[in-house]
Protein backbone atom coordinates (compact mmCIF):
# COMPACT_ATOMS: atom_id res chain seq x y z
CA UNK A 1 0.00 0.00 0.00
CA UNK A 2 0.81 3.68 -0.61
CA UNK A 3 1.90 5.21 2.23
CA UNK A 4 0.53 8.95 3.01
CA UNK A 5 2.67 11.29 4.58
CA UNK A 6 0.73 14.66 4.63
CA UNK A 7 -2.50 16.25 5.21
CA UNK A 8 -4.70 16.83 2.18
CA UNK A 9 -5.31 20.33 1.81
CA UNK A 10 -8.30 22.21 1.12
CA UNK A 11 -8.55 22.88 -2.82
CA UNK A 12 -10.69 24.96 -4.73
CA UNK A 13 -10.61 24.65 -8.83
CA UNK A 14 -12.31 26.19 -11.03
CA UNK A 15 -10.47 24.38 -14.32
CA UNK A 16 -8.59 21.42 -15.19
CA UNK A 17 -5.06 22.82 -14.72
CA UNK A 18 -2.93 23.29 -17.79
CA UNK A 19 0.86 23.14 -16.54
CA UNK A 20 0.83 19.17 -17.38
CA UNK A 21 -0.83 19.64 -21.07
CA UNK A 22 1.61 21.74 -22.61
CA UNK A 23 3.23 19.14 -25.07
CA UNK A 24 2.59 20.42 -28.78
CA UNK A 25 1.68 17.97 -31.02
CA UNK A 26 -1.02 15.88 -33.07
CA UNK A 27 -1.58 13.28 -30.33
CA UNK A 28 -1.61 15.97 -27.15
CA UNK A 29 -4.47 17.69 -29.63
CA UNK A 30 -6.01 14.35 -29.93
CA UNK A 31 -5.77 14.02 -26.64
CA UNK A 32 -7.83 16.98 -25.41
CA UNK A 33 -10.21 16.51 -27.41
CA UNK A 34 -10.88 13.08 -26.27
CA UNK A 35 -10.75 14.76 -22.50
CA UNK A 36 -13.62 16.68 -23.09
CA UNK A 37 -15.94 14.77 -21.39
CA UNK A 38 -13.83 12.98 -18.78
CA UNK A 39 -13.03 16.35 -17.74
CA UNK A 40 -16.57 17.05 -17.03
CA UNK A 41 -16.95 14.25 -14.83
CA UNK A 42 -13.37 15.99 -12.83
CA UNK A 43 -15.42 19.32 -12.38
CA UNK A 44 -18.46 17.43 -10.77
CA UNK A 45 -15.68 15.08 -8.30
CA UNK A 46 -14.15 18.13 -7.69
CA UNK A 47 -17.49 19.87 -5.98
CA UNK A 48 -19.10 16.49 -4.77
CA UNK A 49 -17.29 16.50 -0.97
CA UNK A 50 -19.53 16.75 1.88
CA UNK A 51 -17.86 20.12 3.49
CA UNK A 52 -15.74 21.48 1.04
CA UNK A 53 -14.19 21.02 -2.78
CA UNK A 54 -11.92 18.04 -3.51
CA UNK A 55 -8.20 17.75 -4.81
CA UNK A 56 -9.00 15.80 -7.89
CA UNK A 57 -6.18 15.67 -10.24
CA UNK A 58 -7.23 16.15 -14.48
CA UNK A 59 -6.22 12.80 -16.40
CA UNK A 60 -3.33 12.63 -18.44
CA UNK A 61 -3.85 14.37 -21.91
CA UNK A 62 -1.38 11.68 -23.86
CA UNK A 63 -3.21 8.90 -22.40
CA UNK A 64 -5.83 7.18 -23.89
CA UNK A 65 -9.34 9.64 -22.75
CA UNK A 66 -12.35 8.57 -23.45
CA UNK A 67 -11.12 6.27 -26.18
CA UNK A 68 -8.99 4.00 -23.62
CA UNK A 69 -9.00 0.26 -24.35
CA UNK A 70 -7.11 0.11 -20.85
CA UNK A 71 -8.49 0.96 -17.59
CA UNK A 72 -5.18 1.77 -14.80
CA UNK A 73 -6.38 2.23 -10.93
CA UNK A 74 -4.32 3.22 -8.53
CA UNK A 75 -5.77 3.93 -5.02
CA UNK A 76 -5.94 7.60 -4.65
CA UNK A 77 -3.79 10.75 -5.29
CA UNK A 78 -0.45 10.73 -3.21
CA UNK A 79 1.72 13.67 -1.83
CA UNK A 80 3.57 14.12 -5.15
CA UNK A 81 0.62 14.90 -6.92
CA UNK A 82 -0.88 17.14 -4.41
CA UNK A 83 2.11 19.15 -4.58
CA UNK A 84 1.33 20.23 -8.27
CA UNK A 85 -1.97 21.84 -6.95
CA UNK A 86 -4.24 23.21 -9.40
CA UNK A 87 -1.72 22.08 -12.50
CA UNK A 88 -1.84 18.13 -11.14
CA UNK A 89 -3.04 15.04 -13.73
CA UNK A 90 -2.54 11.78 -13.24
CA UNK A 91 -0.08 10.96 -15.23
CA UNK A 92 2.91 8.33 -15.62
CA UNK A 93 5.14 11.17 -15.61
CA UNK A 94 4.14 13.02 -12.34
CA UNK A 95 7.38 12.91 -9.96
CA UNK A 96 8.06 10.20 -7.42
CA UNK A 97 8.88 6.69 -7.47
CA UNK A 98 6.00 5.01 -7.83
CA UNK A 99 5.35 6.89 -11.15
CA UNK A 100 8.41 5.97 -12.76
CA UNK A 101 8.27 2.28 -11.84
CA UNK A 102 4.93 2.41 -13.37
CA UNK A 103 6.57 4.51 -16.81
CA UNK A 104 9.04 1.58 -16.68
CA UNK A 105 6.69 -1.03 -16.36
CA UNK A 106 4.43 0.32 -18.78
CA UNK A 107 7.37 0.47 -22.00
CA UNK A 108 8.97 -2.94 -21.12
CA UNK A 109 4.75 -4.17 -21.28
CA UNK A 110 4.31 -2.92 -25.00
CA UNK A 111 1.31 -1.32 -23.97
CA UNK A 112 0.89 2.31 -26.08
CA UNK A 113 0.41 5.32 -23.88
CA UNK A 114 -2.34 6.84 -25.72
CA UNK A 115 -3.49 2.55 -25.19
CA UNK A 116 -4.77 3.28 -21.49
CA UNK A 117 -5.97 5.54 -19.12
CA UNK A 118 -4.60 6.44 -15.35
CA UNK A 119 -6.76 7.20 -12.66
CA UNK A 120 -6.93 5.90 -9.15
CA UNK A 121 -10.11 3.86 -7.04
CA UNK A 122 -10.94 7.17 -5.17
CA UNK A 123 -10.51 10.09 -7.04
CA UNK A 124 -9.83 12.28 -4.59
CA UNK A 125 -6.92 12.93 -2.40
CA UNK A 126 -7.70 10.91 1.24
CA UNK A 127 -4.25 11.85 2.66
CA UNK A 128 -3.80 8.26 3.52
CA UNK A 129 -5.18 4.71 2.21
CA UNK A 130 -8.61 4.12 1.41
CA UNK A 131 -10.55 2.53 3.39
CA UNK A 132 -13.70 0.35 2.35
CA UNK A 133 -15.73 2.93 3.08
CA UNK A 134 -13.98 5.56 1.12
CA UNK A 135 -13.88 3.13 -1.71
CA UNK A 136 -17.95 2.56 -1.10
CA UNK A 137 -17.99 6.43 -1.36
CA UNK A 138 -16.23 6.53 -5.12
CA UNK A 139 -18.05 3.65 -6.45
CA UNK A 140 -20.27 6.20 -7.49
CA UNK A 141 -17.47 8.09 -9.39
CA UNK A 142 -16.12 4.51 -11.03
CA UNK A 143 -19.47 4.03 -12.22
CA UNK A 144 -19.42 7.52 -14.53
CA UNK A 145 -15.81 6.61 -15.42
CA UNK A 146 -16.19 3.24 -17.12
CA UNK A 147 -19.86 4.46 -18.84
CA UNK A 148 -17.58 6.86 -20.01
CA UNK A 149 -14.97 4.28 -21.63
CA UNK A 150 -17.25 2.86 -24.60
CA UNK A 151 -14.26 1.12 -26.24
CA UNK A 152 -12.56 -0.53 -22.68
CA UNK A 153 -11.21 -4.31 -22.92
CA UNK A 154 -9.77 -4.41 -19.31
CA UNK A 155 -8.17 -3.08 -15.94
CA UNK A 156 -5.69 -3.16 -14.45
CA UNK A 157 -5.13 -2.68 -10.57
CA UNK A 158 -2.43 -1.79 -8.31
CA UNK A 159 -2.94 -2.20 -4.75
CA UNK A 160 -4.87 -4.27 -2.58
CA UNK A 161 -7.31 -0.52 -2.36
CA UNK A 162 -8.02 -0.19 -6.35
CA UNK A 163 -8.85 -4.59 -6.54
CA UNK A 164 -11.60 -4.36 -3.62
CA UNK A 165 -13.11 -1.03 -5.48
CA UNK A 166 -13.42 -2.47 -8.63
CA UNK A 167 -14.34 -6.22 -7.54
CA UNK A 168 -16.87 -4.27 -4.94
CA UNK A 169 -18.81 -2.55 -8.01
CA UNK A 170 -18.62 -5.65 -10.13
CA UNK A 171 -20.46 -7.88 -7.56
CA UNK A 172 -22.41 -5.03 -5.98
CA UNK A 173 -23.75 -3.31 -9.01
CA UNK A 174 -25.99 -5.80 -11.06
CA UNK A 175 -26.03 -3.75 -14.43
CA UNK A 176 -22.06 -3.36 -14.25
CA UNK A 177 -20.37 -3.61 -17.63
CA UNK A 178 -17.80 -6.25 -16.51
CA UNK A 179 -14.56 -6.76 -18.24
CA UNK A 180 -11.13 -8.38 -17.48
CA UNK A 181 -9.16 -7.61 -14.15
CA UNK A 182 -5.35 -8.16 -13.78
CA UNK A 183 -4.38 -7.37 -10.36
CA UNK A 184 -0.52 -6.35 -10.14
CA UNK A 185 1.09 -5.12 -6.52
CA UNK A 186 1.16 -1.24 -6.22
CA UNK A 187 4.65 0.22 -6.84
CA UNK A 188 5.30 2.63 -4.01
CA UNK A 189 8.59 1.50 -2.30
CA UNK A 190 6.42 1.07 0.89
CA UNK A 191 4.56 -1.74 -0.67
CA UNK A 192 6.64 -4.87 1.30
CA UNK A 193 6.99 -6.79 -2.19
CA UNK A 194 9.48 -7.62 -3.02
CA UNK A 195 11.01 -4.87 -5.95
CA UNK A 196 11.79 -7.66 -8.81
CA UNK A 197 8.26 -9.19 -8.62
CA UNK A 198 6.16 -6.30 -8.18
CA UNK A 199 8.08 -4.66 -11.86
CA UNK A 200 7.48 -8.29 -13.45
CA UNK A 201 3.64 -7.96 -12.36
CA UNK A 202 3.02 -4.84 -13.55
CA UNK A 203 4.87 -5.89 -17.05
CA UNK A 204 3.08 -9.18 -17.36
CA UNK A 205 -0.30 -7.72 -16.25
CA UNK A 206 -0.06 -4.36 -18.46
CA UNK A 207 1.25 -6.82 -21.48
CA UNK A 208 -2.05 -9.29 -21.16
CA UNK A 209 -4.39 -5.98 -20.97
CA UNK A 210 -2.71 -4.75 -24.42
CA UNK A 211 -3.63 -8.19 -26.15
CA UNK A 212 -7.26 -8.13 -25.12
Wanted: glycine share 8%; aromatic share 6%; proline share 8%.
Amino acid sequence: MRAHSERTPSWSFRVVGERGRKRSSTSYRLGMQQLRGLDQLVSEWRSSGPERARFVPGFDPSGGGAAAKVLVLMESPGPATIRQGEDAISSEDNPGPTASAFKRARIESGLGRNVYLRWNIVPWALGRAPTVTDIDDARPALAQLLDSLPQLRAIVTFGTPALTGVMRYFTLEPRARVVPVLAAPHLSPANATRAGEKHLRAVTALRHASLL
